[in-house]
């Protein structure tokens, strides 16, 4: 990169209108989750069973955001942000997934929307962020592709309740991380290992993709409707042949499973041959149907590697030895950040929101004087912010970056030891503290406007 636009980067390259936010999902931080009328989810379920969560905790708790949000919103309005993205509760709205509705569930988003609004922050709304109601689940789940029409009857409920507030729709968080650990590899709910199950799981929930599209489209006039990718750059174990292969199946089910179908029409060629089978005609102009922006969701590369214990023969690898860590195991890279902002860019021709990134790890903790200082998670912000402004200087039309996550929460598989948040929860007695990397981001954003 040149001097100039190395300066470009370095400031003013922040488009006007930029939006800034914080994500967080329902499962990870609503708990409640036997109140009100709310049916289980296939997490709940997991939760329960024997090695599901790492540590054994469960989301009944969480963060207690269902009877907190207010001064969780409150802490938005602190930092200054211009959008706040949650995922709605499938089972708290529909508790046995379809039929009937608990109006109690969504009451409780009514609350929620009407609130941010009044404090000026942009509800951006997710359909499902990975807690399928348990009922449906019970009759195959993903695998059925009769889920595909249950999700866009869910869908049409959530756009005629909330359509009048909210513009900003979500269809999927993270796609192939729920198919591929939820149906290939046991890392997720439902915990099922089957290849057949996963390409049906595929196949259905692009369908279920494109039909919420047009449902979203159809009832709420002038929505912004996209889904969230999470997108990272797969390279084989130690650059090793053997594991090249396995490098690039994965990256079809990690990277292109889902955007390469709903945006360019098409199955990436392994997975189009494995796939087919579960295709019927027209599936894919129900699929493909227009978005208006591609949500993506990155923390670091990954590695893969030959593991013939696992259903497709690929197993997660190592990163080099040496390589900076997260405090989770996840490498830090900020470069793969930058290129695939640029790669994404071009490869799908659409503007560009960054709907997750973060730090995790189990290190903070407050101080005597009850402050919490995360400088680890502070230089992580700050090399993937001037990575992102190098995406910018290269051409790429980014218009949003939200951080995962406002508070720590329920870290799915591993439980509360992962905390991701710009706040601290002490579980215990439900305290938030604002960490250090708070105050950076709120100013920040306060700088950058
Ligand atoms: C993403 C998930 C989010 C959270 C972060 C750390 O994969 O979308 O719910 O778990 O990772």
């Known amino acids: 990169m040149g001097e100039s ?28 989750v036997a109140e009100d009328g709310r049916g289980p989810s296939i997490w709940d379920r997991r939760c329960r069973m024997k090695g599901g969560v790492g540590d054994g905790s469960t989301g009944d708790v969480a963060c207690d955001h269902y009877h907190r949000w207010p001064e969780d919103v409150a ?109 290939a590899i046991d890392w997720a709910a439902p915990g099922v290992t089957d290849r057949s199950a996963h390409l049906k799981a595929i196949h259905h929930v692009n369908l279920a993709h494109g039909l919420g599209v047009d449902v979203l489209r159809s009832l709420v006039p002038g929505a912004s409707v996209g889904a969230i990718h999470n997108r990272q750059i797969v390279l084989p174990e130690n650059g090793a042949e053997d594991n090249r292969e396995a490098a690039l199946l994965l990256d079809e089910h990690w990277n292109r499973a889902f955007p390469d179908p709903q945006i360019l029409g098409c199955y990436p060629p392994r997975l189009a041959e494995a796939v087919e089978p579960h295709v019927r005609a027209g599936d894919m102009a129900r699929i493909c149907r227009p978005v208006d922006w591609f949500g993506l969701n990155h923390y670091g590369p990954i590695f893969a590697r030959v593991d013939p214990s696992q259903v497709w023969g690929y197993g997660w690898g190592n990163a080099p030895e040496g390589s900076p860590d997260h405090g989770v195991g996840w490498p830090v890279f900020p470069d793969a950040f930058r290129d695939e902002l640029l790669l994404i860019s071009k490869r799908y021709r659409l503007p560009v929101y960054i709907t997750e990134n973060g730090c995790g790890g189990d290190r903070d903790r407050p101080d005597a004087d009850g402050r919490v200082h995360d400088p680890h998670r502070l230089r992580y912000l700050e090399i993937y912010h001037k990575a992102m402004l190098e995406a910018l200087a290269g051409g790429a039309d980014i218009r949003g970056y939200f951080v995962w996550s406002l508070l720590d929460n329920f870290e799915w598989g591993a439980g509360y030891g992962q905390r991701f948040g710009l706040v601290h929860v002490d579980f215990e007695t439900q305290k938030r503290t604002p960490k250090t990397s708070y105050g950076w981001y709120r100013d920040l954003i306060a700088a950058a406007r």
């Open 5 to 32: 636009s190395k300066q470009k980067a370095a400031g003013g390259a922040i488009p006007p209108g930029f939006i800034w936010g914080v994500s967080t999902s329902a499962y990870q931080v609503e708990g409640a």
């Open 75 to 183: 802490l938005m309005t602190g930092l200054g942000i211009d959008a706040y993205r949650f995922s709605v509760s499938w089972p708290r709205v529909l508790p046995r997934g379809r039929g009937r509705v608990n109006e109690a569930g969504l009451d409780f988003y009514d609350r929620l929307i009407d609130r941010l609004l009044e404090t000026g922050i942009t509800p951006w709304l997710t359909l499902y962020h990975w807690d399928l109601p348990q009922a449906l689940d019970d009759l195959g789940g993903w695998t059925n592709r009769d889920c595909a029409g249950w999700y866009a009857d869910y869908a049409a409920l959530v756009a005629r309740r909330f359509g009048d507030r909210v513009r900003h729709f979500v269809t999927f968080n993270e796609f192939s991380v729920f198919t591929l650990f939820g149906y």
